[in-house]
């Protein structure tokens, strides 16, 4: 205050009149980003032909997938009308090929002009070659894969990998570690998918999750982050029966809580298992899908459309900002699910997690310092459990939360947050300094 404001004041004063001087707010800023990013939202089995017609792909479009795989089809007339389709809703369509991966090495020559018909739709996203190989086939896959980046270079070279509870012999005697670090490094691929269905059914113990989801998210996300490349995975969307295993049919809070679980690890693509309920299979039993063998909705495709549609409310944000790492709480005493080889020991505006049940917290910063954290009840969604959490944070005077609840500013009081997640729930949270 100056000089003459003093004396003002004082003048004031001795006349009779109070003032109140009051210290003025700073306001907490929010960083802007531009709408411009979408993240990747695929699904397996495309409406099969027969179905294959424009409302069909309408159908996938309003549910917020932008990338549909061909299971059905080949490179051919259907896949040509799925394109058509695919493009006249705003989405595209990743073509399956059954004959790229029996190119001999000799003859790659047979790969020049395979493609180039289905490759003149601007809805083409890539030619799926092989589902879960073996680390037998990265060699031959790598051999491939630079043949057709030099022939198609802007189409993804499309291969998904087994999860972490695998046998050996599907990895061909690999560690899950050497597996994946193998595939990169072999095949030498600008993104790695991988799939893991988490949702478990007994007859005698009721629902549980896989023991090492966690860990296989982990394992990805690390060496895809050393490669400098994204990772894409599977949510489990339906339930199925195969060797007396039964992973139960999904309702939202599943397929919520593995989408924010996902996103804790950075995941750049989200891939739904499946659209379309399979014809058939000789060895998988299946339940109905995102919407059933004739093409009608299931309540499961209401429940995928309402999850995904809240992740593009914010995914522009989200995709701004890069994983540094994931931290899980109860750190002592600790349910073997929250197990993971890489934990984030910390992260500096957190001082202190405290929760009913475990939670896991990944971590991000975008390339301005600015941070953020991806909080998720890791409770099964199946025991219907909400979960109060509080966070004790440095420095943070505001949190702007995005999520189901769409986005809400909440003030940081003493340094504490206190927010209910209820079963499922995620919530994207920049924080705010």
Same mark, same amino acid.
Request: negative net charge; contains cysteine; hydrophobic residues 35%.
């Given at each position: 205050?100056?000089?003459?404001?003093?004396?003002?004041?004082?003048?004031?004063?001795?006349?009779?009149?109070?003032?109140?001087?009051?210290?003025?707010?700073?306001?907490?800023?929010?960083?802007?980003?531009? =709408?411009?990013?979408?993240?990747?939202?695929?699904? $397996?089995?495309?409406?099969?032909?027969?179905?294959?017609?424009?409302?069909?792909?309408?159908?996938?479009?309003?549910?917020?997938?932008?990338?549909?795989?061909? !299971?059905?089809?080949?490179?051919? /007339?259907?896949?040509?009308?799925?394109?058509?389709?695919?493009?006249?809703?705003?989405? /595209?369509?990743?073509?399956?090929?059954?004959?790229?991966?029996?190119?001999?090495?000799?003859?790659?020559?047979?790969?020049?002009?395979?493609?180039?018909?289905?490759?003149?739709?601007?809805?083409?996203?890539?030619?799926?070659?092989?589902?879960?190989?073996?680390?037998?086939?990265?060699?031959?896959?790598?051999?491939?894969?630079?043949?057709?980046?030099?022939?198609?270079? =802007?189409?993804?070279?499309?291969? @998904?990998?087994?999860?972490?509870?695998?046998?050996?012999? /599907?990895?061909?005697?690999?560690?899950?570690? =050497?597996?994946?670090?193998?595939?990169?490094?072999?095949?030498?691929?600008?993104?790695?998918?991988?799939?893991?269905?988490?949702?478990?059914?007994?007859?005698?113990?009721?629902?549980?999750?896989?023991?090492?989801?966690? !860990?296989?998210?982990?394992?990805?996300?690390?060496?895809?982050? *050393?490669?400098?490349?994204?990772?894409?995975?599977?949510?489990?969307?339906?339930?199925? $029966?195969?060797?007396?295993?039964?992973?139960?049919?999904?309702?939202?809070?599943?397929?919520? $809580?593995?989408?924010?679980?996902?996103?804790?690890?950075?995941?750049?693509?989200?891939?739904?298992?499946?659209? $379309?309920?399979?014809?058939?299979?000789?060895?998988?039993?299946?339940?109905?899908?995102?919407?059933?063998?004739?093409?009608?909705?299931?309540?499961?495709?209401?429940?995928? *459309?309402?999850? @995904?549609?809240?992740?593009?409310?914010?995914?522009?944000?989200?995709?701004?900002?890069?994983?540094?790492?994931?931290?899980?709480?109860?750190?002592?005493?600790?349910?073997?699910?929250?197990?993971?080889?890489?934990?984030?020991?910390?992260?500096?505006?957190?001082?202190?997690?405290?929760?009913?049940?475990?939670?896991?917290?990944?971590?991000?910063?975008?390339?301005?310092?600015? /941070?953020?954290?991806?909080?998720?009840?890791?409770?099964?969604?199946?025991?219907?459990?909400?979960?109060?959490?509080?966070?004790?944070?440095?420095?943070?005077?505001?949190?702007?939360?995005?999520?189901?609840?769409?986005?809400?500013?909440?003030?940081?009081?003493?340094?504490?947050? @206190?927010?209910?997640?209820?079963?499922?729930?995620?919530?994207?949270?920049?924080?705010?300094?």
């Amino acid at each position: 205050m100056t000089k003459r404001a003093v004396r003002v004041v004082a003048a004031l004063l001795a006349g009779g009149m109070t003032v109140q001087l009051t210290a003025c707010s700073v306001e907490v800023k929010e960083p802007y980003y531009e =709408d411009n990013q979408r993240i990747a939202i695929g699904a $397996w089995v495309a409406p099969p032909p027969g179905y294959i017609n424009d409302e069909s792909y309408k159908q996938v479009a309003e549910s917020g997938i932008d990338i549909i795989y061909g !299971l059905y089809e080949d490179i051919d /007339q259907h896949a040509l009308d799925a394109l058509k389709y695919a493009e006249q809703n705003g989405i /595209q369509y990743m073509a399956r090929s059954r004959s790229l991966f029996s190119i001999p090495e000799d003859e790659l020559d047979l790969m020049e002009g395979m493609f180039d018909e289905v490759a003149k739709s601007p809805a083409l996203r890539g030619i799926m070659v092989v589902d879960e190989p073996g680390a037998a086939k990265f060699e031959h896959l790598g051999v491939l894969n630079k043949k057709f980046k030099e022939l198609y270079p =802007d189409l993804m070279f499309y291969v @998904n990998l087994n999860p972490i509870y695998s046998s050996p012999d /599907q990895r061909d005697g690999r560690t899950y570690q =050497d597996y994946i670090d193998e595939y990169i490094s072999v095949v030498g691929t600008d993104y790695l998918s991988y799939d893991h269905y988490p949702l478990k059914n007994s007859p005698t113990s009721g629902t549980f999750l896989t023991e090492n989801y966690l !860990l296989n998210l982990d394992i990805v996300s690390t060496a895809t982050k *050393k490669a400098g490349i994204p990772f894409w995975l599977f949510i489990q969307a339906m339930g199925y $029966w195969v060797a007396g295993s039964e992973n139960r049919p999904p309702n939202e809070a599943d397929i919520r $809580w593995q989408v924010y679980n996902s996103l804790a690890f950075g995941a750049r693509g989200l891939q739904h298992f499946t659209y $379309w309920t399979p014809l058939k299979d000789d060895v998988t039993v299946f339940s109905e899908a995102m919407v059933d063998k004739e093409g009608n909705k299931t309540p499961i495709y209401d429940a995928v *459309k309402n999850v @995904n549609h809240e992740i593009l409310d914010f995914d522009h944000i989200y995709l701004n900002y890069d994983n540094v790492g994931v931290m899980t709480f109860p750190v002592e005493d600790a349910p073997p699910e929250l197990y993971m080889e890489n934990r984030l020991p910390s992260f500096e505006p957190i001082r202190n997690v405290e929760s009913e049940h475990p939670v896991v917290v990944g971590a991000f910063e975008d390339k301005d310092g600015n /941070q953020a954290i991806m909080l998720v009840n890791f409770t099964d969604p199946a025991h219907e459990l909400s979960n109060e959490v509080t966070i004790k944070f440095n420095k943070v005077k505001e949190v702007s939360e995005y999520g189901m609840g769409g986005n809400n500013r909440v003030k940081v009081k003493g340094g504490s947050y @206190n927010v209910t997640l209820e079963p499922g729930e995620g919530k994207f949270i920049l924080l705010l300094k």
